[in-house]
Each structure stands twice: as C-alpha cells, then as structure tokens.
C-alpha cells in the first residue's frame, strides 16, 4: 500500500485499521496470538513511511524569513495548543495589547484552515475576543504647572551652555562652530614651552594657562589682515579677498581662529558660483582636522550645488577633496604659470575638481 497525502488523514487511517482488523480476526483470538498483536505490526511497517511523507508535506510548506531562517507553519494540534494556552493566560491576567493580538491571529489562522478560506478578509467575530480597553488619560495635577511656572531661567555663567562655549557668551559674528578638543602641534610646542620655564624657573610665578578652543566664522573685517598674510605665504604675493564681504560671507567663507590668530581659512567665490578659491592652514597648525572641518562647513553652508576648484597635480589636499566626493573632471596643463614663480616646487599643472550634489 502506497501512503499519500490524502490517506494520512484521520478519518481515512481509522476506516482502513477497522476493515483491516474485522478482515483478520478470527473467531478465537486467542488461538492465533500473531492476530493479537497485527495493529501493532502493521503500525510498525507503515509508520517509517507516514513520517517520511510527514517531512516532506512540513518541507513543502516552509518558508524562510528576510535573514533566511527556515520558518515552518504551525500544525492543527500545535495551533490549537498555542490558543489554549494563550487563552488560559489572559483569563489568568488581564492580556498586554500584544498578547491579545497574536491571540486574536492564531484563532483567525484556526478559523481558516477549518472553514478552507484563503485572503485576509475573513473575521470569525464570534470566535475573537476584543482588545482591552484602553484607560482614559489623567489629567496633570494642578501643581504640575506651578512647579513649572516657578523655573527661572539658569545664569549663563553655571548653565550647561557655558561649558559648551565657554564661561562669557561669545561675541563673535557668524559663528559656525566651536572645538575644544583639537591640540595642534603649536598648542602641544607652547604647552612644553611653558612646563619647560616653570622646571627652569620654579621660584617664578606663572598665570595658569587657560585653555582657549579653536572657533569657525565667518569672514569679518577684522580678519583681512591676517588673512590676506596667510594666502601670501602659502599661495601668491596681492591676494586681495575683501570684496568678499560684499557677497555673502556667511556662506562663502569660514575662518578658523585661536584666540585672535587666524590658523585657518576656506573661501569661495559666491554662493552662485560655488568655486573654492583657497583653502589655507598656518603652518604648525597642519595634521590637526582644521582644513577638514573648514571644508566640511564650507559644503554644508552650500546645500544642493555643484562645488568646483583647482588643485595643483602634487598637491597633498588631492586625498581631502576624494575623501568628500570631489572627482577630477578635466587635467589642465600650466594653469598656474601665470601664478607660480618658475622655481617653485608646486606643480603647475592642476586639475579641475567636482563635487556633485
């Protein structure tokens, strides 16, 4: 006899082991003891069989989930004990929003297979049980609003922001950001050069350092000077940027300052056109993440358009423009002929860069 699926059902196996039994029963069972025992021999050479096609009905039916773990449905009987279960749960204690859900699917699961529905329209409302009732919000108690009337605005000097910006609010127009962190390789040169005098010198009294953090701005008028001293020594000789106050220089432009030195500074040309024209670190202030983070505000002033510029073919900023996305888009020779003395060691070739947005 070959077993399917349609011979495993209940009904079929106890109509085939009641015929089976009246056929081979004898009129004195206990004459022939091999009759005794026929429901259990027979059991035992069909059941290896039953199970083979049991495994192979549960793996037709499985699943896997999205990280690709087997997933097999639950049987009759074991959905059927997982709702008693539940069931006797929630009379226990008053069931979570949770657990009444995954109650209220198993039983719609049970439904299904019994009555042969498929889709997600069927609701058996006489086999659901409803969702608890949800407690109606208490209202705040009067002294709540009291409590909070009666808050008074913290000092500057002990509040939270303090310790962020330091302990006297900052006066400094466009401000972008403030690093506290940064300790570049002048700051640790000064750090010894103090330590050092105070070993030399231990008689001598000396103000105790205070420790000042490095800001990001915007260009202001105070800043030409320095500024225009900086691109000269890294760039050119007659850099002028003071028309820059002119355009924009919230946008176009981020200065990094210690104390009143510029150490740093990234301009563009105009928020139209969106092309940097120097990115500059005083010396002794370079490996420290200042020309990153000037480039960074500068792009993040610039939402939503293409930024360009030149660099020259040796120039080491090449890795910082990859490292946010800048692609070289064109390799111009001699572009800087006109801007480099013939002896210098920089390139004067340059490609032309992109960031798209």
Request: with cysteine; glycine share 4%; proline share 6%.
């Amino acid at each position: 006899m070959r077993v399917t699926r349609t011979s495993m059902l209940l009904d079929g196996l106890l109509d085939f082991f009641r015929t089976g039994t009246e056929n081979h029963t004898s009129d004195d069972p206990a004459n022939d003891p091999e009759e005794a025992s026929y429901f259990e021999r027979f059991m035992c050479s069909v059941l290896p069989e039953c199970l083979e096609v049991r495994c192979q009905v549960q793996d037709s039916d499985c699943g896997t989930d999205n990280f690709g773990t087997l997933l097999r449905p639950l049987s009759r009987y074991e959905l059927s004990a997982a709702i008693k279960y539940a069931s006797a749960f929630g009379a226990a204690a008053l069931p979570s929003p949770a657990q009444a859900t995954i109650l209220r699917k198993l039983q719609l699961r049970r439904e299904r297979r019994r009555t042969d529905i498929q889709g997600l329209d069927f609701v058996n409302y006489n086999s659901l049980t409803s969702a608890p009732p949800q407690l109606p919000p208490q209202p705040p108690q009067s002294g709540i609003f009291n409590s909070l009337k009666s808050i008074r605005t913290t000092p500057y000097e002990i509040s939270f922001l303090s310790r962020l910006c330091g302990h006297r609010p900052s006066t400094d127009l466009g401000l972008v950001a403030v690093d506290w962190e940064t300790r570049s390789p002048w700051i640790e040169l000064m750090t010894d050069v103090r330590e050092h005098y105070s070993y030399a010198h231990p008689a001598s009294s000396q103000s105790p350092e205070v420790p000042v953090p490095i800001r990001y701005v915007s260009l202001q008028s105070s800043h030409l000077q320095q500024v225009h001293e900086l691109l000269a020594r890294v760039f050119w000789d007659g850099i002028d940027v003071s028309d820059l106050l002119q355009s924009s220089p919230e946008r176009c432009s981020v200065i990094a300052m210690y104390g009143k030195i510029v150490i740093g500074v990234a301009l563009l040309s105009s928020p139209q056109e969106a092309y940097i024209t120097y990115l500059a670190v005083r010396a002794g202030w370079h490996n420290s993440q200042i020309a990153t983070t000037m480039l960074y505000h500068l792009i993040m002033l610039n939402p939503h358009r293409d930024i360009t510029l030149h660099v020259a073919a040796n120039n080491p900023a090449m890795l910082l423009y990859n490292r946010f996305g800048f692609k070289a888009e064109e390799f111009i020779i001699g572009f800087y002929e006109d801007y480099l003395d013939s002896q210098s060691r920089a390139s004067m070739n340059a490609f032309r860069l992109r960031l798209r947005r």
